[in-house]
């Protein structure tokens, strides 16, 4: 199976400006692509991973990569997807983002000579003259066109500030210096980067009159229509420090049953043939399928021995709670009151409620214990001393962490 068929078959296209074309050269190895990735954090996080993974899966198959630090369009922020205007970063924070990227891709993309190569916008983004810029550039923009860009519609009820309005122009001149001076011919991006992606393209078109490609991947979505890689605590982050390798594991542990199956298709480099036959399986081997998703992304991001560690930890807890095994929660002094914390607090302290109602509806439902104790009674208490010892806590018949004080 070519790569193409291939990306197709595990759910991953989907849109493309060229179907024969983009297929003819990513099956031949002929493409020179490019994925760009701002630096909002101090890690990668599970939505790039995604993006991560079609990187090398091309790679794999002869194509090579240019992978995009996107330290200068960090300048601006990117409002796809937003409802808000993202916080101005510093140029130091921005910087100390993009060489946390660099090593964290390494563990995914192979760099070197003829392989891929890392580049940064704000090289040749940072230097730019404004008047030349739109005399250039801002003359193949049509502002009706860009109003129409699902990136931008969304804003426009909240305000949409001229800042971010640049986004668009700022990705497209990505894409046209990257086609000018490394010969780039695709892009790739999720897809909520279409809008941008299809700029890059016009932009080059006019510019050059070549033709160049653009491909979105599917966003990574799970049953109810929501982006996965998210927890009661924030992000999945790809940084054991951010998120450790068992809090990584555990996520993928207990994905939706509805999710399993898509998950292993996407984000996983199983053969076809290995996640087709998985799909026959009985549904009392759920839990199995479960197991198999979360050892193999968890070697994919922190290597085998982290992986082996956090499978057999979690199989303690699955298997009755050794609390040397389980994750923490730490509690902090300030989460106290006359050095007691209720078991409605506790519940959301470990992360296995969002809010106080909903801790109160799983506590009353008989979805908590303590101890193994099981917790009806909402104003059962614990001592700050009994904290010190650890609490081994539960949420259902699976989920366990122990909480602990800071010290």
């Known amino acids: 199976m070519n790569i193409f068929e291939e990306l197709q078959e595990r759910g991953l296209i989907a849109q493309v400006t060229d179907n024969n074309e983009i297929k003819d050269l990513i099956n031949n190895g002929g493409a020179r692509f490019y994925i760009g990735f701002d630096p909002t954090a101090d890690s990668l996080h599970v939505g790039h991973f995604m993006a991560l993974c079609l990187m090398k899966r091309l790679q794999m198959a002869g194509n090579k990569p240019v992978v995009l630090i996107g330290g200068g369009t960090g300048y601006i922020g990117d409002?796809?997807?937003?409802?808000?205007?993202?916080?101005?970063?510093?140029?130091?924070?921005?910087?100390?983002?993009?060489?946390?990227?660099?090593?964290?891709?390494?563990?995914?993309?192979?760099?070197?000579?003829?392989?891929?190569?890392?580049?940064?916008?704000?090289?040749?983004?940072?230097?730019?003259?404004?008047?030349?810029?739109?005399?250039?550039?801002?003359?193949?923009?049509?502002?009706?066109?860009?109003l129409r860009a699902e990136c931008y519609k969304q804003r426009m009820e909240k305000g949409l500030s001229f800042l971010e309005f640049n986004y668009m122009i700022m990705q497209a001149y990505d894409f046209y210096h990257l086609h000018q001076n490394y010969g780039c011919n695709m892009q790739f991006g999720g897809d909520d980067q279409w809008s941008n992606m299809l700029a890059g393209t016009e932009l080059i078109r006019k510019k050059t009159g070549e033709d160049a490609y653009a491909m979105t991947i599917t966003l990574l979505m799970n049953s109810e229509g929501k982006k996965m890689g998210k927890t009661a605590k924030g992000a999945v982050w790809l940084d054991p420090d951010k998120t450790s390798p068992f809090e990584f594991y555990q996520y993928w542990r207990n994905v939706d049953d509805s999710d399993v199956m898509k998950c292993l298709k996407m984000l996983t480099f199983l053969p076809m043939d290995e996640i087709k036959a998985m799909e026959d399986w009985e549904d009392s081997k759920i839990n199995e399928k479960k197991e198999i998703l979360a050892y193999e992304l968890t070697n994919l991001v922190h290597g085998k021995d982290e992986a082996d560690k956090a499978q057999a930890a979690a199989r303690a807890i699955f298997s009755g709670g050794d609390s040397a095994n389980m994750p923490e929660a730490v509690i902090g002094q300030d989460e106290l009151f006359e050095d007691k914390i209720s078991i409605v607090n506790l519940v959301v302290s470990c992360g296995f409620a969002s809010s106080k109602g909903e801790a109160k509806r799983l506590i009353q439902q008989g979805g908590v214990s303590v101890n193994d104790e099981p917790i009806s009674a909402l104003d059962k208490t614990y001592t700050k001393d009994e904290l010190k010892e650890g609490l081994k806590v539960r949420k259902g018949k699976k989920h366990y962490k122990k909480a602990v004080l800071a010290e």
């Open 79 to 146: 409002p796809s997807g937003r409802s808000d205007m993202r916080s101005m970063m510093t140029p130091e924070t921005i910087q100390h983002n993009c060489d946390c990227f660099r090593k964290q891709m390494e563990r995914f993309i192979e760099f070197g000579e003829d392989k891929a190569i890392m580049v940064n916008n704000a090289d040749w983004l940072l230097g730019l003259n404004y008047i030349e810029l739109l005399r250039e550039v801002g003359a193949c923009f049509s502002v009706n066109n860009m």
